[in-house]
């Protein structure tokens, strides 16, 4: 069994101050950093067009990229979509909303929109004409994403929103001309929603403006090999982690220590996979030979992993 821990892997920024919070609230978790195996995941999204979360989704779901000039990440489209003929390309559209600041365009982080079915329907129901009759169509899918069928073959590089946190948008915004269509009904839509009652609403409460949308998938449909078995998620960090709100995260910390340490007891042969922004840090049981079983364990060093750069 695995358990995946989205959040356990702070940025290097902030870790060494965390580091005494850490072996003081969540001692399960210290001793599995002591006494079991640390393998490194590199898994950049500027590589996997995903979160390392998304990454070890689709990697324990048997998704392997279909072509080389696909991400990883492109596999979320059919994924997301439920999607599993492989004749049928998917591309999605999550709805989203832009910030401009002094470094540029940015999307803020999907968790914070929080928006509600009502919003969504009458937000699609403002632009579902802009496209009629024309190359392209869309079908929501859920409140916050759309299924996109797009005209012929577009080159787009896909990245997840929830990738795209603290990323340059000017850096991954579809350029080519295979995409103009996709850019022009794009333009029209968010000027549709510019000033829609339902983002005035949104503003007047202090929540981020629902206004554009974010396309990504481009893979073919698939599915997961029978018997495919899913790690477990542990959430428990990852809001916190999410927002940088580093109190709340410490405070997190002595309930996945009991979490932890519960499922260890049951299930000692468990594999831990810590996640943060850009890699994931995989904690395995030693497997020692009987004549070292008779030796003290050696401690691993887990200082040294604990800060690599985020």
Not at 32 to 54: H, K, Q, V, Y
Not at 62 to 74: H, I
Not at 169 to 181: F, I, K, L, T
Not at 182 to 195: F, G, S, T
């Amino acid at each position: 069994m695995e358990i995946l821990i989205p959040g356990a892997l702070p940025p290097a920024t902030i870790a060494p101050e965390l580091l005494s919070y850490v072996e003081k609230s969540c001692p399960a978790l210290v001793e599995c950093f002591i006494s079991r195996r640390a393998r490194i995941l590199p898994l950049l999204p500027d590589d996997t067009g995903c979160t390392p979360l998304e990454a070890l989704e689709l990697l324990r779901r048997g998704y392997r990229a279909d072509a080389p000039a696909l991400t990883l990440g492109a596999g979320l489209g059919p994924l997301r979509a439920g999607v599993t003929l492989p004749h049928e390309t998917v591309w999605i559209a999550d709805l989203s909303s832009v910030t401009v600041g002094t470094t540029g365009a940015a999307l803020v982080h999907p968790e914070a929109l929080q928006i509600t079915a009502q919003e969504a329907d009458l937000l699609f129901d403002a632009v579902c004409g802009l496209w009629e009759g024309g190359p392209i169509s869309a079908l929501p899918l859920s409140p916050a994403r759309w299924r996109i069928w797009l005209n012929g073959q577009p080159e787009l590089t896909s990245m997840s929103p929830q990738a795209m946190t603290g990323m340059a948008m000017a850096d991954w915004w579809p350029q080519h001309e295979s995409v103009r269509q996709w850019r022009k009904l794009l333009n029209e839509i968010q000027m549709a929603w510019h000033d829609h009652p339902v983002n005035q609403a949104r503003v007047e409460r202090g929540a981020p403006p629902i206004n554009s949308l974010w396309l990504y998938g481009g893979a073919r449909g698939w599915k997961s090999p029978e018997g495919t078995v899913m790690p477990q998620l542990y959430t428990g960090l990852n809001e916190s982690y999410t927002s940088s709100d580093w109190a709340r995260w410490i405070e997190a910390l002595p309930a996945l220590s009991t979490h932890i340490a519960t499922t260890l007891r049951t299930a000692p042969q468990t594999t831990l996979t810590l996640l943060g922004q850009a890699h994931g840090i995989e904690l395995s049981p030693l497997v020692r030979p009987w004549w070292r079983q008779l030796l003290p364990a050696t401690k691993q060093n887990w200082k040294t992993w604990w800060n690599l750069p985020n």
